[in-house]
């Protein structure tokens, strides 16, 4: 199978569904000649020219609300927020209103959009830049919530989005744009709410999310040395989750360890380890390991950021923790 | 010179909204509505005279004080009751109450509950409307207190910028909730800020809806022609206070409030009526019973209906299935 990066599956995949539906349309700052800030859509303006392709000025709020606007007089815009971070300026409209109209509305409104951006550490963006915020978002009832590690899930879960008549909120991560990996020719969905075993194991169960699968990917093949066999599983939808691939594989290892980037306190771990203690607590055999960020803004100098993130030796630490 | 039927129709939707203000205030001071009420008592010729110039498929987003602005649309005041009662019957089905009522059929973007949302939200339907091509324009009302936030300025902007056909209509009553305009901004007339946005700012009596309606035929005409927004303010006063119950006296005088019942728009627009000898009293009295009477009804529909389900709280949040 061909081999291309995140980026360009993301954009394949933008690409297709607005030939797909004249109904699809762009609109962010700086994706237009610019090509955006990480240069997902770059190329798109050529084929698809100003009206669809649209620049906005610096301006969260009206880009957000615009897209919601649109989508309830019927069309399917995917607006792009530069930055995870920037969501505080553009929050109103995306947790009381696009969340909100379906159901004050009484079901009669569809918010079908999607809000596409990137977070995550590792570039020194310091902590204005850099943040995991995913789970401000899962906590507002009414959004949907992707957040895809692979060039493959990544394209076929923004054409799903795309065609989702919720609202989904689509993060990708900053240090994944250049990742490669084989993404088939044909055309492909992938479905929101269906997680992915990224490597079988017996041993224990890892949870991890964005770029904090492939950290465990790798801590699963230096964990063989040990004689750990970890099943790595990647939700790639965090709303809706698919609890059952979790308990799953919960129930076949009897130990779980949760990693993500967003620091540790009210992270999305949270929220996996009470569903498995509430569901299938007995399948356990050891408690709940998590393994996040400290709970810092995050640093500016390298070594600092290094530091607050988890990298492999931390997601091995924290497995080893339940072999004791 | 407004044509005969055009009179008929301003006269009855303000009486409409009158009625349907006095009744609802009334049911509230007796405690048979839950939630809070914000009245639009006092400013009817405002939603009166500028949703008459639209046609139904033409879009109107309002305010947490929008009864009057979606009875002017075309809303029915029977499932505008029901939903102040908190019934099944409701526009919303009892889950948005009076401050989200919404007809997606007649193009009624609801009414938000966040001063300035709409100013956003409002340039998506708009848009939607420029790239399909078709004529339709957007009416977004807002208060002298939205003129103060971010998503005026992000919104007016964007709306300029973009050319979108779009009125913006600032029903001015001199206070956002308890604070006097001169307290909130430096400016008297808000429509001076059109030139910031390089659009058109028109500032006029909303008292009087003849110079509402002609002032917004000229700007929705505009917008039709794809000649881009316009801001009109419409100086006008709120009879009560920021909510039913408000009794205003901490912030402004009785007497302020007489001088303004003075200038009814009702009345006044009834005496011109009268003038002009387009009616006689007679005939507008009989408009008046007939309007009482629907209320009447209204209410007997609403407080005759069901309660919703408990289950129906679990949906609308999705299109599809509640996530749990």
């Not at chain 1, 709410?193 to 999310?209: E, F, H, L, Q, S």
């Not at chain 2, 009414?111 to 399909?132: D, E, F, H, R, Y």
Request: glycine share 8%; charged share 25%; hydrophobic share 40%.
């Amino acid at each position: 199978m061909r081999q291309i990066t995140y980026r360009e599956a993301l954009r394949e995949g933008l690409k297709e569904e607005m030939r797909r539906d004249s109904n699809v349309f762009l609109l962010g700052e700086d994706i237009a000649e610019f090509g955006g800030s990480y240069k997902v859509t770059q190329g798109l303006l050529e084929e698809f020219g100003h009206s669809r392709i649209r620049n906005t000025p610096i301006s969260e709020a009206a880009i957000i609300g615009a897209a919601l606007g649109a989508s309830l007089a019927g069309m399917r815009p995917v607006a792009e927020l530069m930055y995870i971070d920037f969501s505080g300026v553009a929050m109103d409209q995306i947790v009381n209103q696009v969340a909100k109209v379906r159901y004050i509305f009484g079901g009669k409104a569809k918010a079908s959009l999607v809000i596409r951006t990137q977070g995550g550490a590792g570039r020194s963006s310091a902590a204005q830049h850099a943040q995991s915020l995913e789970s401000w978002f899962t906590h507002v009832p009414g959004l949907k919530v992707v957040m895809p590690s692979t060039p493959k899930d990544v394209k076929g879960l923004i054409k799903s989005s795309i065609r989702d008549d919720d609202p989904v909120f689509f993060i990708e991560h900053k240090l994944l744009y250049n990742e490669i990996g084989p993404v088939p020719e044909e055309e492909y969905l992938i479905p929101i709410g269906k997680a992915d075993i990224k490597r079988p194991g017996k041993d224990v169960t890892i949870i991890a999310t964005s770029r904090m699968v492939l950290r465990s990917l790798r801590a699963a093949e230096l964990l063989t040395e040990e004689g750990i066999e970890a099943e790595v599983i990647d939700p790639r939808t965090l709303v809706p989750l698919d609890e059952e691939t979790i308990f799953n594989s919960v129930k076949k290892t009897g130990k779980l360890v949760i990693v993500h980037e967003a620091s540790k306190r009210s992270g999305y771990g949270a929220e996996i380890a009470a569903l498995v203690c509430e569901k299938a607590f007995y399948d356990l055999d050891a408690p709940i390991k998590r393994v996040a960020a400290f709970n810092t803004p995050i640093p500016f100098a390298p070594k600092l950021e290094n530091y607050v993130i988890p990298d492999e030796k931390a997601i091995i630490n924290g497995v080893k923790e339940l072999f004791r | 010179m407004i044509p005969k039927e055009k009179s008929v129709e301003l006269y009855e939707t303000m009486v409409r909204i009158r009625f349907f203000e006095e009744k609802a205030v009334e049911l509230f001071l007796k405690g048979r509505l839950p939630g809070f009420l914000h009245s639009s008592l006092g400013q009817e010729a405002i939603s009166a005279g500028a949703c008459s110039t639209l046609r139904e498929d033409d879009y109107i987003i309002s305010t947490h004080r929008g009864h009057g602005d979606i009875i002017a649309k075309g809303a029915r005041v029977d499932r505008m009751m029901a939903e102040l009662f908190g019934k099944k019957t409701g526009y919303c089905k009892g889950k948005g109450g009076s401050i989200h009522i919404a007809d997606l059929d007649l193009n009624i973007l609801g009414a938000t509950g966040i001063v300035g949302s709409g100013l956003c939200i409002i340039n998506g339907a708009a848009l939607a409307c420029q790239m399909k091509g078709t004529d339709q324009v957007a009416i977004c009302f807002f208060g002298d207190g939205a003129s103060n936030t971010g998503a005026f300025h992000e919104g007016l902007n964007l709306a300029a910028i973009w050319d979108l056909p779009v009125i913006f209509i600032c029903q001015n009553n001199l206070y956002a909730e308890s604070t006097p305009q001169r307290v909130h901004q430096k400016i008297c007339n808000v429509s001076e800020r059109g030139l910031g946005y390089g659009i058109r700012g028109q500032c006029i009596d909303g008292n009087d809806v003849m110079a509402v309606y002609e002032t917004t035929s000229e700007a929705v005409e505009r917008a039709r022609k794809g000649l881009g927004p316009t801001l009109i303010e419409c100086k006008t006063y709120r009879w009560l206070g920021h909510y039913v119950g408000d009794p205003s006296t901490t912030y402004r005088t009785k007497g302020e409030v007489e001088e303004w019942k003075k200038r009814d728009p009702v009345k006044l627009y009834r005496a011109k009526l009268l003038e002009m000898k387009i009616f006689s009293e007679k005939d507008l009295d009989e408009i008046d019973q007939q309007i009482e009477k629907e209320i009447e009804e209204a209410v007997v529909f609403a407080q005759s209906s069901p309660e919703p389900e408990v289950e129906d709280a679990l949906e609308d949040i999705y299109v599809g299935p509640y996530i749990p």
